[in-house]
């Protein structure tokens, strides 16, 4: 790397995570690095529509690879991509986000450049910006080796973004500063650790009954080895909220299905609930959505909450250790818990004719019947969140904005995930009133390759909206009527199978196609426009009655 720029510098560096596609829009101030990874021979440029869309694929590829690389332009493209990297800090995936602004020269010169206030500032945006990560860095030839090390110990210590940027001049010029080796994974304090881990122990000893509740950030660290073997070492049951969604794969026989407060099903209610003691492994985050309007109930004092960096016990926070060595530690530990309920969960049962109407009852099920093992399944906000409530098969993994919620996600994040990895199968389930916001990037997944099954729900507008309101028909949820199933052909995809279906026989036999070989199939699947899955109207009722919103 001896002569290397700083913008291939910062390529080579990320691609050493490995890192083998950037998502990005070009920009003249980000030429240089542009070029950097165009050059480069294992890093391929993944071009999208917008910046917005390309962010969303690199949160979906971050959370399979466990990082990504986004590079767009200053300010116009930086600011286009914030959602969706504010989203990856939300939700915790490890995008780094490189950025090319105005060479030096202007900058010294205060000069009036495009994609500017015209004011002469260049520090507006950078901001703005760094605020969507949970570290950034300004580089120059002289710092780089040592602020690369720096962002990238401090993104993967928490998967949240890192934002870097870099002037036009100085991305071209030789890097100047010292060799610096990669830092260390941050360690535990010994003496917190073993205080941590010796409360939670004899918190265990002292239980008969205990559960699991894993959590998103078991998936984003990949722990799913490690959570699985203190499962397994202490025979206790798991659920998870919507949020979590098959974090540790489904087919365990210790699942119990998802929790979501006294709306679960009662032996979930009453694994969760009635526990002496409940391990919160990673750090659920008890949202209003994951939690169906905070409907669970579970005693903080039974709770041993172990986050990413701090654990909590009866109260007390055990700062600076890591979760992976708690997990580690207490599963070497652990009693093997004596006469465990287990019982699986119940899958929708099929309901409708081969000739009756799709609903969202008959849905559903056919989705269930349609998963397979190692899937990637990305499911969109609105009515398709529903889709949670599935029991996945053995390894397939679900991945979902639940915190962040910003609609249009999933159709860009699904790019993300099918590059991420070509060899599983990426099944993206969305409303089509979400699709609208991102569907031009479609033509890119036809571009790269990528081969998902896409399932586009057409009930005729925000139907999750619709049911949240008091009255439905609000123009506000009424939408242009897009023929989405001849949208991939109008942007040149080509040999996708696509279907649009109404009744419940018309829906298998397109499923039934999409699963043979290996082809892309695009299915516009029309639902009622006022027919809502039961979970959508619960939520506003129940947020309604506690918050009177
Ligand atoms: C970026 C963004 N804008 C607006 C919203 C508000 N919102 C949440 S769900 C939703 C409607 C989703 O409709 P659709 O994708 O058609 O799904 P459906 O519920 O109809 O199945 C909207 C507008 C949001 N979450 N994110
Ligand atoms: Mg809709």
Known sequence: MASSTVAEYVVERLSKLGITDCFGVPGDFAFPLNDAIEDHPSVNWLGTSNELNASYAADGYARIRGCSMLCTTYAVGELSALCGVMGAKAERSAIFHVVGMPSMRYQHLRKKLHHTLGDGVFQNFINISSQAACVHAILTPDNCTYEMERVIATALANRQPAYIIVAEDLAKMPVTGP????????????????????????????????????????????????????????????????????????????????????FSEPHVVEAIEGADVVLNVGGVLFTDFSTAGFAHTIDPHKMVTISVDHTEVEGRVYTNVRMRDVIAEITKRVKKFNGVQLQRPTPAAKVGGPNDPI??????????????????????????????????????????????????????????????????????????????????????????????????????????????????????????????????????????????????????????????????????????????????????????ELYGI
């Open 179 to 262: 060799t610096i080796q990669p830092f260390p994974e941050p360690t535990s304090d010994a003496e917190e650790l073993k205080a941590a881990v010796d409360a939670i122990v004899s918190k265990l000893e002292a239980a008969d009954t205990g559960a699991i509740l894993p959590a998103f950030t078991i998936q984003r660290f990949a722990l799913q080895p490690e959570v699985t073997a203190l499962i397994e070492a202490s025979g206790l049951p798991y659920a998870t909220t919507s949020m979590d969604k098959a974090c540790i794969s489904e087919s365990h026989p210790n699942f119990l299905g998802p929790y979501a407060g006294k």
């Open 359 to 544: 609903t969202a009852e008959s849905l559903y099920p056919h989705y269930q019947q349609f998963l397979r093992p190692n899937d990637i399944v990305v499911l969109e906000t609105g009515t398709s969140a529903s889709a949670g409530g599935l029991v996945f098969p053995e390894g397939a993994v679900c991945h979902n904005q639940t915190l962040w919620g910003s609609i249009g996600w999933a159709t860009g994040a699904a790019l993300g995930t099918a590059v991420a990895d070509r060899s599983r199968r990426t099944v993206l389930i969305t409303g089509e009133g979400s699709h609208q916001l991102t569907a031009n990037e479609l033509g890119n997944y036809g571009r790269h390759g990528v081969k998902p099954v896409i399932f586009v729900l057409n009930n005729e507008g925000f139907a999750v909206e619709r049911a949240l309101e008091v009255y439905p028909d609000w123009i506000y949820n009424d939408l242009a009527p897009w023929d989405y199933h001849t949208v991939p052909a109008a942007m040149g995809c080509k040999d996708w199978f696509t279907a649009k279906v109404r009744t419940n026989g018309e829906l298998e036999a397109a499923m039934n196609k999409a699963a043979e070989g290996d082809s892309t199939a695009y299915i516009e699947i029309v639902g009622g426009k006022h027919d809502y899955p039961p979970g959508a109207k619960l939520l506003h009722t129940r947020l309604a």
